[in-house]
């Protein structure tokens, strides 16, 4: 069981700030996902842990110990690729081997724990295929395997479901996660599909331009995003632009916009007049013929325009009186149809604010 | 509108007309085939024809008044594999083969693999080099090597002005002098096969086998090596085939004072007259150069296993 902690990680590739002075400390045993766009620095952080990027500064600690300068091979790791990476000569047996067999472990040790482990990736029977007469799937369980075997101190998971089909792409999520539960490692896990990132996490980092934008679970990044960017990237988001008028709690606020006055929450200290943002969520609003007569409860007017059908909800987009339009997901038995005036209602609490 | 003719024509001679159709229906189908005629008309006339007439000569009776005398015999070919000397030499030209290849291996594939991982601006420059011994024609390329090796060359000037070997050290007319030559010439045979098969195998799984916990050697020898074993393999029978049959590089480095198949084929041909011992002799290096790369083939083949 190792912490791992980043401290003020840098790293630039000519011009191009990859990974701007990022500082984490991951927990034993923890989960942590590196989520954002391509190019926001998160792969680059993930290979300075492996070793294969050097940094220009900061450091990298296992359990409080500076392993910056350690070769890739020194440092215990285990690491799955996108590509699984498997060696196309060897078979899964052999695979499994090659690590223990740099630990120099005994013969007999060395199958047990290939036995052990092609238990819990559910392989045993398949030691003797090459990874090409493997299907995707099972070739991504023996990377998981042949990283795992070796007991490293930290697992490294860089976007390892991309190249499966969607719906395996969503068993794996939970298939990776019981097993890193189940192992009890620390993990680091990069991806850019937000909804994988909150399956398997026990925190999520959210990256931009190579620095953290937001650190949290998944809870917290989704309902209270800290930005507009993370908002935006994570899910979908309406964003009202308007000022501060009033406080009237810890964390409550009332906004003005030009559609009306809002009721949100916030932990930020925001002065009265400052400009702030509203973000909401499309599903927590509803649609009501009527504005609703509750105080805490915000009601706009508009007009649909677009419905559009998924199964599992309904659609809306509304045009309010200032032309800006706001997405609305409802019960998908929700009957308001094309230019119906509408009420787009919803509770203060579900509201929040975001600096401009 | 054109099939009527057709019925016309198959009603008068059905059978005739059956055959026509189907040679017709091959030759529109396989048409490409046709593409293939030049060059089988050339090498049947210039490769096979050649060889064909080379076969019937080693099996000739020898003569000392003309090219051959009448009658056919396998004494030429008895005593190419009894006499000790031919043997001899034989062993010399497979050895020397062998060692080529092996030294142009070592030599090639780190660079080889700098080419194959490199990002530097100047990879297009370093392609140039590596062809670089192509595009000077033999003799001169010789003749260079000659300025830089002779016993009065400029290597050997030089040792001798810083007083090292007052001597000098004999660089041509032996083994190492024939020896740089087809290194020199022969390398890119070796290495563009090597940097193709480097070029295919993935990064990834250079950094799966050190995050597994092996160094850089390590690495090489049970990941990179072996994948590009292919490469290796194909440049290997590319430098052994061409050492084994070199023979203007050997003349003019070696000066007749190294023995080898191909300068004694040709001692045999020009001035000693004797064809059809000579062509014996030229059939027993290339069944011999068959074999070696038989066996080459078959070794490397079974460390390929996992690989196709």
Known sequence: MTT??????????????????????????????????????????????????????????????????????????????????????MTVRENLRFGLEMRRIGRKEMAERIGKVLDIVQLAGLEDRYPRQLSGG???????????????????????????????????????????????????????????????SDRIVVMFNGRIRQLGDATEIYSHPVSREVADFIGLSNFIDGRVKARTGDDRYAVETPLGEIWCRSVLTLPVGNPATVVVRPESIELKREPSNDGNVNSIAGRVRDRFYLGNIAGYRVVCADGSVIQVQEEPWHASAVSDQVWCVFAGDLAWIIRQ | MTVEPHRLALQRAPAARETRHRVATWLRANMVLLLIVPTLVFLGCFLVAPYLNMLVMSFRNPSTTS???????????????????????????????IVTTAICATIGYPVAYH?????????????????????????????????????????????????????????????????????????????LPILSSIQSIDPALEEAAQSLGASRTRVML???????????????????VLTISAYVIPILLGALKIKIMPTLVIQLLIDAFLWPFGAALAFILAASGAAVVYIFIRVTGRLMKGLT
């Open chain 1, 4 to 89: 791992l902690t980043i401290s003020g990680l840098t790293k630039r590739f000519g011009e191009v700030t990859a990974v701007d002075d990022l500082s984490l400390e991951i927990a034993e045993g923890e989960l942590v996902s590196l989520l954002g766009p391509s190019g926001c620095g998160k792969t680059t952080t993930l290979r300075s842990i492996a070793g294969f990027v050097q940094p220009d500064a900061g450091a990298i600690l296992f359990d409080g110990i500076d392993i910056t300068s350690f070769a890739p091979e020194r440092r215990n790791i285990g690491m799955v690729f996108q590509n699984y990476a498997l060696f196309p000569h």
């Open chain 1, 138 to 200: 099972q070739q991504q369980r023996v990377a998981l395997a042949r990283s795992l075997v070796i007991e490293p101190r930290v697992l490294l998971l860089d976007e390892p479901l991309t190249n499966l089909d969607a719906k395996l792409r969503e068993e794996m999520r939970f298939f990776i996660r019981s097993l890193q539960k189940r192992v009890g490692i620390t993990t680091v896990y990069v991806t850019h599909d937000q909804a994988e990132a909150m399956v398997i």
């Open chain 2, 67 to 97: 090219v051959f005398a009448p009658g056919y015999t396998v004494a030429n070919y008895g005593k190419a594999l009894t006499d000790p000397y031919y043997l001899g030499v034989l062993a010399q030209t497979i050895e020397f083969g």
């Open chain 2, 115 to 191: 080419l194959a991982r490199t990002r530097s601006r100047f990879k297009g420059l370093l392609y140039v080099g590596i062809l670089s011994p192509l595009l000077v024609g033999v003799v001169v390329r010789c003749y260079g090597w000659i300025i830089l090796l002779a016993n009065n060359g400029l290597i050997n000037n030089g040792v001798k002005k810083l007083g090292l070997f007052p001597h000098g050290l004999m660089l041509m007319y032996n083994a190492f002098g024939v020896g740089v030559g087809l290194v020199h010439v022969f390398l890119p045979f070796m290495i």
């Open chain 2, 222 to 240: 049970r990941v990179v090596i072996p994948l590009s074993l292919p490469g290796i393999q194909a440049g290997s029978i590319l430098v052994f």
